[in-house]
């Protein structure tokens, strides 16, 4: 069944790898009837190579990835989108910010072993279990004056899908 949002929102699916980006934005945009871009499509050959290795991305590696996602996403506004991106330091979601301001993050959260286990058993993925590590060490959760929500990543896609909408939607309504 698919809900539209009272205002379209562009949405970046957040979160380290293995925590389901790719499987819960599709079914995400699809709830709210807006189109997915997958992130790591936005990522230059020279990036993938490096994370195909086992070599963590730099800052610098990842500058014209957020760039992209952020020309994505400020094309997006005004009609909605759900883009994945792990924008894992608040200077990447900063950038991202700065790009398309109105930009939602859903930061999908979770327990570290179960992502290990679910990275460990996908297929035809660049991003190797071995990064995990610097992925959690990297990372920085949302603040208190960031527009996003945290949703745990336990459960199925269809439940996380749910806790995501139940949250946007609760963010959404004004406060009383």
Do not use: C
């Not at 959260?109 to 959690?136: C, N, V, W, Y």
């Not at 990372?139 to 439940?159: I, K, Y």
């Amino acid at each position: 069944m698919k809900q539209q949002s009272r205002s379209p929102l562009v949405i970046v699916v957040m979160g380290v790898a293995g925590t389901g980006k790719t499987t819960i934005g599709p079914l995400l945009a699809d709830r709210l009837g807006v189109p997915y871009a997958e992130g790591d499509d936005f990522h230059p050959e020279a990036n993938v190579a490096k994370m195909s290795a086992g070599t963590p991305l730099t800052d610098d590696d990842r500058r014209p990835w957020l760039d992209a996602i952020g020309r994505w996403a400020h094309g997006r506004a005004e009609l909605g989108g759900v883009v994945s991106s792990s924008a894992l330091k608040r200077s990447y979601r900063d950038r991202l910010r700065a790009a398309a301001p109105g930009v939602v993050f859903v930061h999908l959260t979770g327990d570290r072993k179960l992502i290990e286990d679910r990275m460990s058993h996908r297929q035809g993925h660049f991003m190797p279990t071995a990064l995990l590590h610097s992925q959690f060490a990297t990372l920085q959760p949302l603040q208190a004056d960031e527009a996003g929500v945290a949703v745990d990543v336990s459960g199925s896609p269809e439940e996380i899908t749910e806790r995501a909408v139940t949250a946007l939607d609760a963010l959404a309504r004004p406060s009383r």
